[in-house]
Nanobody
Framework: QVRLVESGGGLVQAGGSLRLSCAAS????????MGWYRQAPGKQRDMVAA???????NYADSVKGRFTISRDNAKNTVYLQMNSLKPEDTAVYYC???????????????WGQGTQVTVSS
């Protein structure tokens, strides 16, 4: 199985910064795309940022210029540096990986358990 474990969430004042980390472990042969999604109460889960194994990135318009996604392929880890945080960034942040692995050795999407980010005004 492939397991994703997030860390780094918490409570921060508006204008502050947080850095999220997500490490993938288990039976992994390859990971192509890794990303971060977020879900606020009563809203759908939306993509925040994504990065391919080659380093190409994609961001939601609402976080461009404030958030930076990066990854360490050797450690199967993805990071999200969040600066200039706003109250509307408050949500549960989920890590996602499109990986080839697991007991059945196939390409699948995997999710972390989520980490709460709360930005106070």
């Amino acid at each position: 199985q492939v397991r994703l474990v997030e860390s780094g969430g918490g409570l921060v004042q508006a204008g502050g910064s947080l850095r999220l980390s997500c490490a993938a472990s288990g039976i992994i042969f390859s990971i192509n795309r890794m990303g971060w999604y977020r879900q606020a109460p009563g809203k759908q889960r939306d993509m925040v940022a994504a990065i391919t194994s080659g380093g190409s990135t994609n961001y939601a318009d609402s976080v461009k210029g404030r958030f930076t996604i990066s990854r360490d392929n050797a450690k199967n880890t993805v990071y999200l540096q969040m600066n200039s945080l706003k109250p509307e960034d408050t949500a549960v942040y989920y890590c996602n990986a499109h990986a080839y692995g697991g007991l059945g050795s196939s390409w699948s999407d995997y999710w972390g358990q989520g980490t709460q980010v709360t930005v106070s005004s």
